[in-house]
Every structure is written in C-alpha cells, then in structure tokens.
Nanobody, 123 residues
Framework: QVQLVESGGGLVQAGGSLRLSCAASGRTFSSYAMGWFRQAPGKEREFVAT????????TYTDSVKGRFTVSRDNAKNTVYLQMNSLKPEDTAVYYC????????????????WGQGTQVTVSS
C-alpha cells in the first residue's frame, strides 16, 4: 500500500499560479506512475495528468495542456503539479494517486489515493 498526502492548495485569482505537492510513503516510489485528478462540486472526478515512473512519459487532459506541468522527484518520493494561468473552471479538490504499474492513465489504473487538497480560483 501507498500513503499519499497532498499539499499546496488554496485560493488564487484567475491568471495566478499554484504548485501542488504529493508526498508518498510505502511502496518503492520509483516503481509506479503517479497521477493527478480533480473533482469539482457536483461533477465526477476527472483525470488531470499522469507521469510515468521514470518521468519519460507525461499525459494531460486537453483543458490543462500548456498550463499545467506534472513532475516528480523520486529521491524525495514526491510528485508535483505546477498550475499556471489558472481559470475559475479549475476550481476543484485535487487528488494525487499512485498507479498500479509504470504508466497509468485511467482511474481504475490507480490503486492508492490521497485525501485531496482544495484549489479555488476566483474570477
């Protein structure tokens, strides 16, 4: 099992930036993919970004391409989500998740989830 703890959420004005962090413990961090998902009020949880175990492959949902960057530091057991040019529609609870393999995309491909961190973007 993997334990995940997100941090870095908060309130920001439209156009601003935030950097989310997710610290992992348990399984060997460098052996699995990491992903970010989000859930807005009244909506289903959706995929945001994923990064393969060696940072070779990154994938983003279309709505965040060019604005968000996912990265990881395997020495620190931490994955990051840099969010720039934030929009009100980015408001959601953001979750990090640990994949079942070296590269994962769908929610079913992720075995462990953090508790989430709130991101609120004001217009």
């Amino acid at each position: 099992q993997v334990q995940l703890v997100e941090s870095g959420g908060g309130l920001v004005q439209a156009g601003g930036s935030l950097r989310l962090s997710c610290a992992a413990s348990g399984r060997t961090f460098s052996s699995y993919a990491m992903g970010w998902f989000r859930q807005a009020p009244g909506k289903e949880r959706e995929f945001v970004a994923t990064i393969s175990r060696g940072s070779i492959i990154t994938t983003y949902t279309d709505s965040v391409k060019g604005r968000f960057t996912v990265s990881r530091d395997n020495a620190k057991n931490t994955v990051y989500l840099q969010m720039n040019s934030l929009k009100p529609e980015d408001t959601a609870v953001y979750y990090c998740a640990a994949g079942r393999s070296s590269y994962s995309t769908g929610q079913a491909d992720f075995a462990s989830w953090g508790q989430g961190t709130q991101v609120t973007v004001s217009s």
